[in-house]
Every structure is written in structure tokens, then in C-alpha cells.
């Protein structure tokens, strides 16, 4: 299985000099398992993404949506495939309660005459969409993925990508579940028995995981002003990759304001302050970059 | 649905509940609290905790089966944790936006007084659940059953109004209100309200409760035993009013289950009068 960024950016696109090293897409994640094409988040990094695959069409591709925020959709109007005949695209990701509607959502908002020139009718590729629940397992080929509700403001699927023995998590955009009273407030306890639950619900999906994908958009000081934005920590992040036993930790979803030495230097106190065992790997997550399982 | 409801019912009552509006008091609460982006999440969650309908359908939408949540969810809180703020808080505002119960209704039901028969029935289950063994339930859980015991009465009320007057009528006779409803409808308040959260995916507990909480010389569980107690206890002190006021004698059966009789159970609980105090709050217009 082989692992690329195509996108790490949290929130909006933000290409400049200062975000040349980490790169200034936002989220896309390309997962090359077999001859399964496996794409995490149609963020902008999607496009770039799509201009490879040329010599690949006409192909399938299988794209996992984590939530609908735009920085997780944006691209998905420029993924080329959807333009060209014979390619199958796959789109899957969460129903949405409050629309009541499924993901087909995604391109019938962003396909519109207002927004868009080619409607969604008018794509040449033949696509699939597939509306999944919490908690659900999807096979394709030998490779498996299972969901799971994450916390964001809107419906917010992990996906836990299997393929021989290997395994990725990707959290997409994920603040851990928090009490929503003071200590002494009567309700504390009840929410408390909550949120152990959901967390321990969340832990059993991630476990043991070679490769754990995780939103890490703040510092914990910067999180005191942004509790309930939906969106972790680099402490929160190192915590949730010990308690589980994941191998490896990519911090992602960087903050769009953040310059590149900025990042690197909030990294490296994170570290300095968490001091992650050695048996896990803590890195950046950074466009461009490839690993092998 | 199950089936001793009419196919012709059922179909009214679905209509009827797809576009049911909520008790004005939360409506305007909801508007307001969510107008501002930095509301307190604990001021949502009460609002929509102390309207039955908000719950019901809070409820019915979490525990549907295309958003299948690992185990049933049983309360708002629970709600909150599991789908997050925002998510519930939108549920809430989508269902404040279809409008507010009117006060005058055709059946003539008054659903202020049935709001704080409500409340108060589900505040004294949950305050009674506090002094005894809740076996594998939470306080919580009480209170969910208390304030749902009575839905398929609003139900009945807005979906056949003219029958459920003519029922509501019967009871002046002395007949009991799910007497006159069988009559007169061809089924009573407890059953519409169980069928509706069995097709709701209501945990199984909550939809027994629902569903026994007139016969209490059937074996049931303790959510239905407390709430059964809870609404003798309203009816007998005159707190709020939902079609009847007739208390029901405990069966033999009970009062072995909650050791003891409603007086008993009345002293555990000490003073209700913060309750209904509190209730009143809630169930004004």
C-alpha cells in the first residue's frame, strides 16, 4: 500500500512563498493499494492529483469523502476523470440528517448552472455514488475500509483503510468529544460516562494502525479560543496516537494562516512538550510526500 | 405501525407527524438561542429536552437506521456527544422552523397543561429513579420516559381531532381517557405513542413504557413501573392536566416493585414544589 499527500492545508487554500515546503492545497489523500485507486478528501489537491492519472484512464476511482466542508470538496469539480468517457468514479461519504440528503449532494450543490459551467448530468464518466452510515465496512477489490462518526460540525466519517495486513486511518476533520459542563455542574458526570464512550467507540475503529492520518490544526493554546471549531491538537493528536498504538502519526490539516518555519517551530515545541514514546513516528504531513506500508 | 392501527390511521398520523410542529415556548427558545453562534451548548440541549416533540423527533432522527449509531441513543445529551453541537442544534432549528403547536387545537386539548403534566411526570420519574436501584438505566432515562408517556395523545389530538374531542368528552362520564379513545379512534394514546417509537427506533425499554404505562398489572420494566407511579402521583396532586384525571390504583404487582405505595414513594421524594416550579417555567406560552 502506498500513502501520498496530495493536500494538507486546513480551511482554505493558501499557496504563497511561505507555504512552498508544506504546500498550500487543501486536503487530498491518494492511497494506491493493488490495483485500487483510493482517494481520502476532494480538496483542491485533488487537481493536481487528477493530471497524473492520464496514462491510468480510463481507470476507477473510489473517492471517500470525510465530511462536506468546502476545503473537503473543493476540487471535486476539477477532478478531470469525471470529464472522460469510460472512467468510473466512485463518490462515498456520510448521509446528511439535516438536508436529508445522501452524498450525490456534494456535486448536484456544486454541479450548478451559478457556480459551475457542465452540469452534473452532463459528466462523461460513469458515476457511483454510495451513501455510507457510521459504522459501515466497505470492500473493493481485497482492500477494506470501515467508518466511523468522528466529532466536527457537520457528519464527519473516519475511514480505516486495509489492504495485506496494512492499515491507514484518516480522521478527516475531528475535535475529540469534550465535556459540556463545568466540574461541578449535576450534568458533568452524565456527559463525562458520554464522552468516555464515544471516544472509546472512535479508539476501537483507530487501533493498532500503521499509519494514523490526524487533524492537528492547533496548538493547545491556540485551542482555548477555538474549543468546539471541531479540530484537534498536536497534543491531542500525540495522545490519541499512544493511547492506540498507531505506528506512525501525520499531523495534518494546517492552519491556512501558518507559514511554513511557523509550523515547523509549533511542531517541534508539540514535541518537545508530549515527548511521544520512540516506538511512534510523529511527523508533518506534507504535499508531495509519499511513504510505503 | 403495529397492527391493531388502522392502515387509513397510520397513514394520517405519519402525515400528520412529518410536519408537526413543536410547543411554542421551545420554538422561540431554539430561534433565539441559535441566532447567536456562540450560544451555550448546555441552553440548546434544555430546550429541546424539555419539549416533547423536539425530543420525540431529536430521537427518532438519531436512531434512524441510515445514520445507524452503534447503540441506541436515549437522551439529548447523549445526542449531542455522539453527532456533536452543531449537528443537534440544526436538527432543533429545522424543526422550530416548521412552526409552533396553536394553542387552541380542534380537539380542544389543551397542550399547555399537557406540556406540564408532562414535565412534571418525567421531573418526578427522574427524581424518584435517584433514590432507588435504576438496575441498567439512567436517570435520564426516566425523565425521556415521563415526558414521552403521553405523546400519542398529541398525536391522536392533531391527527384526528374531531374523534379525540368527542373522547376527551367521554371522560366527563367517568370512563377513562384510553376507554373512550379505543371508542371513539379504535386505539388509545399508549399505543399510538409505542407504535411510533418502535417505527422510530426508540430504544425498546422506552417503547414498553410507552406502551404499558396504563397497565400495571402487566410485568414490565422499571422505566414503565416509575412512570406509572410518576403519573398517578401528577393526576392525584392536580399538576397540569392531559384528558383525565382519574388515578389509577397500583396493581399488587407494583406494589411490590416500587416497595411500597404512591404515598410511600411520595415521601422518598420530599417536596415536588421546585419541580412544578420549574415545569411551569418551561410549559408557560
Not at chain 1, 494546517?254 to 511557523?262: I, N
Not at chain 2, 392531559?242 to 406494589?255: F, K, N, Q, T, Y
Amino acid at each position: 500500500m502506498e500513502v501520498k499527500f496530495w493536500g494538507v492545508r486546513g480551511s482554505i487554500a493558501s499557496p504563497g512563498p511561505n507555504t512552498v515546503r508544506y504546500g498550500g492545497n487543501t486536503t487530498c489523500i491518494e492511497i494506491r493499494a493493488g490495483k485500487e485507486l483510493i482517494i481520502l478528501d476532494g480538496g483542491t489537491g485533488i487537481f493536481p492529483l487528477s493530471q497524473t492519472l492520464f496514462p491510468e484512464l480510463p481507470r476507477k476511482s473510489h473517492i471517500f469523502i470525510t465530511h462536506s466542508h468546502w476545503d473537503h470538496i473543493q476540487g471535486l469539480p476539477f477532478f478531470i476523470p469525471i470529464f472522460i468517457p469510460d472512467n468510473h468514479i466512485h463518490l462515498y461519504g456520510a448521509f446528511d440528517p439535516i438536508s436529508n440528503k445522501g452524498i450525490e449532494h456534494v456535486y448536484d450543490v456544486q454541479l450548478q448552472y451559478s457556480y459551475f459551467p457542465i452540469r452534473e448530468a452532463e459528466l462523461k464518466a460513469r458515476m457511483h455514488y454510495q451513501s455510507l452510515s457510521p459504522g459501515q465496512t466497505v470492500h473493493i477489490g481485497d482492500v477494506t475500509i470501515h467508518t466511523v462518526l468522528m466529532n466536527h460540525p457537520v457528519t464527519n466519517l473516519g475511514y480505516r483503510v486495509e489492504y495485506q495486513g496494512k492499515s491507514v486511518f484518516f480522521t478527516g476533520d475531528h475535535e475529540p468529544p469534550y465535556n459540556l459542563c463545568d466540574k461541578n455542574d449535576k450534568d458533568w458526570q452524565d456527559y463525562e460516562a458520554l464522552v468516555v464512550q464515544k471516544t472509546t467507540d472512535i479508539d476501537d475503529v483507530m487501533r493498532d494502525v500503521d499509519v494514523l492520518i490526524a487533524d492537528s490544526s492547533y496548538t493547545p493554546e491556540e485551542y482555548k479560543q477555538k474549543q468546539g471549531w471541531g479540530h484537534g491538537t498536536f497534543d491531542s493528536c500525540i495522545k490519541m496516537a499512544e493511547r492506540i498504538g498507531a505506528k506512525r502519526l501525520f499531523c495534518t490539516h494546517h492552519e491556512p494562516t501558518r507559514s511554513d518555519d511557523a509550523l515547523e517551530k509549533v511542531f517541534n515545541e508539540a514535541l518537545e512538550r508530549c515527548k511521544p514514546k520512540p516506538s511512534l513516528d510523529v511527523q508533518l504531513a506534507q504535499e508531495g510526500l509519499s511513504i510505503k506500508l | 405501525m403495529s397492527a391493531h392501527i388502522s392502515p387509513e390511521l397510520q397513514k394520517k398520523i405519519e402525515l400528520m407527524v412529518e410536519s408537526m410542529p413543536a410547543f411554542p415556548r421551545s420554538v422561540h427558545k431554539i430561534l433565539d438561542l441559535t441566532s447567536d453562534v456562540n450560544c451555550a451548548p448546555k441552553d440548546v440541549v434544555e430546550a429541546i429536552e424539555h419539549d416533547p416533540v423536539m425530543m420525540g423527533k431529536i430521537l427518532k432522527l438519531v436512531n434512524s437506521a441510515f445514520y445507524s449509531m452503534p447503540r441506541k441513543v436515549t437522551s439529548i445529551k447523549h445526542a449531542v456527544i455522539y453527532m456533536g453541537m452543531n449537528t443537534v442544534k440544526n436538527m432543533a432549528l429545522s424543526i422550530a422552523t416548521v412552526g409552533m403547536l396553536p394553542k387552541y387545537n380542534a380537539a380542544r386539548f389543551d397542550m399547555s397543561a399537557f406540556l406540564l403534566h408532562s414535565l412534571v411526570t418525567g421531573f418526578v420519574a427522574r427524581k424518584i429513579s435517584e433514590h432507588i436501584d435504576r438496575q441498567e438505566f439512567d436517570s435520564i432515562d426516566f425523565f425521556v420516559a415521563g415526558l414521552l408517556h403521553d405523546f400519542g395523545k398529541v398525536v391522536l389530538a392533531l391527527s384526528v381531532p374531531d374523534l379525540f374531542a368527542q373522547a376527551l368528552e367521554m371522560t366527563k362520564e367517568g370512563i377513562s381517557l384510553q376507554q373512550a379513545e379505543i371508542t371513539m379512534i379504535g386505539v388509545d394514546h399508549s399505543q399510538v405513542g409505542a407504535a411510533l417509537g418502535e417505527k422510530w427506533n426508540f430504544p425498546a425499554p422506552l417503547v414498553q413504557a410507552i406502551a404499558e404505562h396504563h397497565q400495571p398489572e402487566l410485568v414490565s420494566n422499571i422505566l414503565r413501573d416509575y412512570v406509572f407511579a410518576a403519573n398517578q402521583i401528577c393526576k392525584m396532586k392536580s399538576i397540569g392536566y392531559a384528558g383525565h384525571d382519574i388515578v389509577e390504583p397500583m396493581s399488587d404487582l407494583l406494589m411490590a416493585n416500587l416497595d411500597g405505595s404512591l404515598d410511600t414513594l411520595l415521601e422518598k421524594v420530599g417536596n415536588l414544589e421546585p419541580l412544578i416550579d420549574e415545569a411551569k417555567v418551561f410549559a408557560s406560552l
